[in-house]
């Protein structure tokens, strides 16, 4: 596998559900970001990670709970979620601090119910 | 209070005619912008940049064109080809800043 994976590439899941989104990146970049799209909406930077540790959570709701346990992996475990968290999630990775280009995954469609 | 416009939400082009694809920024700071292009099902791929040192990019059928003062940004294709057609997203940050913003994106179609 080469770039950045992510999975499941759906998910549907009601609010008392939780689950996981896993990304994965195969390029040696040590910073990784979770991104929310939803429709008709800019692209929205949910968290950065450098190095494993947390840089960056852009006043993201605490049912979304990101972990970082290697700077290859990046996990979103999601609970009690609300129909209005329905989105495209997407995963990046780049260069850590670098103001470098960040390359994607194809993200994880997810719908709740 | 967006940073990143993108006030063109699609846009039909002939093929083999020029593309240009229009973005605006209100943020004096940002130095670094980027253009990605979004198939989809797919991710967002990264397509050009430029820095604020410069006012032209170039590679190969794609061109960033950046006009500092008036804080304006377009993407010229030329030629258009119909793999061309997708959801250009504008983008910005400052340099050396892992924060990006995004635009809300333009659908190029490419018309035959």
């Known amino acids: 596998e080469t770039g950045v994976t992510q999975t499941p590439r759906h998910l549907v899941m009601g609010m008392t559900n939780k689950k996981s989104l896993k990304c994965e990146q195969h390029l040696g970049h040590n910073a990784m970001y979770w991104y929310k799209q939803s429709a008709k909406k800019p692209l929205e930077l949910m968290f950065v990670?450098?190095?494993?540790?947390?840089?960056e959570n852009n006043s993201v709701p605490s049912r979304f709970s990101p972990e970082c346990p290697n700077s290859s992996h990046l996990f979103l475990h999601l609970h009690t979620l609300q129909p209005e968290d329905s989105a495209l999630y997407l995963c990046a990775s780049s260069q850590a601090t670098s103001g470098g280009t960040q390359y994607f995954g194809p993200g994880t469609r997810l719908l709740v119910l | 209070d967006q940073q990143v416009k993108q006030n063109s939400p699609s846009l039909s082009v002939q093929e083999g005619r020029i593309s240009i694809l229009n973005c605006d920024y209100t943020?004096?700071?940002?130095?670094?912008f980027l253009w990605y292009k979004k198939y989809p099902a797919e991710g967002p791929t990264f397509l050009i940049s430029i820095s604020s040192i410069k006012d032209k990019n170039e590679d190969g059928r794609f061109t960033v064109f950046l006009n500092k003062s008036a804080k304006h940004l377009s993407l010229h294709i030329v030629p258009s080809q119909p793999g061309d057609s997708a959801v250009y997203f504008c983008?910005?940050?400052?340099?050396?800043?892992?924060?990006?913003?995004f635009g809300k994106g333009t659908r190029l179609h490419i018309l035959p």
């Open positions: 983008a910005a940050s400052r340099y050396r800043d892992d924060k990006i913003i």
């Open positions: 990670y450098n190095f494993k540790e947390q840089t």
């Open positions: 943020n004096s700071m940002f130095d670094y």
